[in-house]
């Protein structure tokens, strides 16, 4: 590794991680056009539902849940099948052996798809300002929160669901439940507050609600100064699991 520095370091390893995405014409095609595809078919959903005691409007959930959909395509799911292909092709156990730390492997690894899902992020919240009639961000420090949580959350939750994937073919399997549960439960795309109130209190714990309630709240504005401070928890507390989880159990070397 020629940086002798950390921030050296950090961009040699994600100049080296954008070179090998780039090769991958599927990956690329994912993290840059199944979100906005996935907003259109959800907006064209949304707008057959009442979401009237949501307080929300069809764009306004459409493009924040858009947010939620980068950080699990761009970011979660593009970096569990990184971390398994860096694992299974020896490139993780070359890096252990110069100056580079397991931190700095797993973030530098992490750094491209990061910084390409907060682009993306941006210009859903500029395109929905300028082109959809929402309001500016209300709250721009909530939203910015909610968003660095999130990049963090889904780098840190993908190495640890790296652990059980096989292969790069299996991790299109072993990302599906989170996936189709934050979908679903943690607020994208069908606000919480139009579910029944056990539902509701039950997805309130869910990996991406947290972040999803931040993200929504400092955007949209209307959440109030507990709901914010439980989603904060909810969050954060995911993340120190995953971390814990990556500590203890990821894989450096193939997997047998």
């Not at 397991?102 to 990061?114: M, N, R, V």
């Not at 929905?128 to 500016?136: D, N, Q, R, V």
């Not at 539902?199 to 609600?209: D, V, W, Y």
């Not at 993200?215 to 699991?241: K, N």
């Amino acid at each position: 590794m020629t940086g002798t520095t950390v921030a050296g370091r950090l961009g040699a390893l994600g100049r080296a991680e954008v070179t090998l995405l780039a090769r991958n014409r599927t990956a690329v095609f994912v993290a840059l056009l199944m979100p906005a595809a996935l907003i259109l078919v959800m907006k064209s959903t949304l707008e057959q539902i009442d979401l009237g005691g949501s307080g929300v409007t069809v764009a306004g959930a459409s493009l924040s849940g858009g947010i939620g959909m980068v950080l699990l395509q761009v970011v979660y799911m593009n970096l569990v099948a990184a971390y398994v292909a860096r694992r299974e092709e020896l490139v993780l156990k070359r890096l252990r052996t110069g100056e580079v730390s397991d931190h700095e492997i797993l973030t530098g690894t992490a750094l491209p798809a990061a910084l390409l899902a907060l682009v993306q992020c941006v210009l859903i919240v500029v395109a929905g300002t300028y082109a959809f009639g929402l309001s500016a961000p209300r709250r721009p420090g909530l939203l910015i929160l909610g968003l660095l949580l999130g990049l963090v959350l889904m780098a840190v939750l993908a190495a640890a669901t790296s652990v059980l994937t096989r292969s790069v073919q299996t991790a299109q399997l072993t990302t599906l439940p989170l996936f189709l549960v934050s979908l679903l439960g943690s607020g994208l795309f069908v606000p919480l507050e139009i579910l029944p109130d056990l539902a509701a209190s039950l997805c309130e714990l869910l990996p991406l609600t947290g972040v999803m309630t931040l993200v929504r709240a400092g955007w949209l504005g209307g959440a109030a100064g507990g709901d914010v401070f439980g989603a904060l928890m909810t969050a954060l507390v995911w993340t120190g699991l995953a971390v814990f989880a990556v500590q203890r159990w990821f894989r450096w070397d193939p997997r047998d």
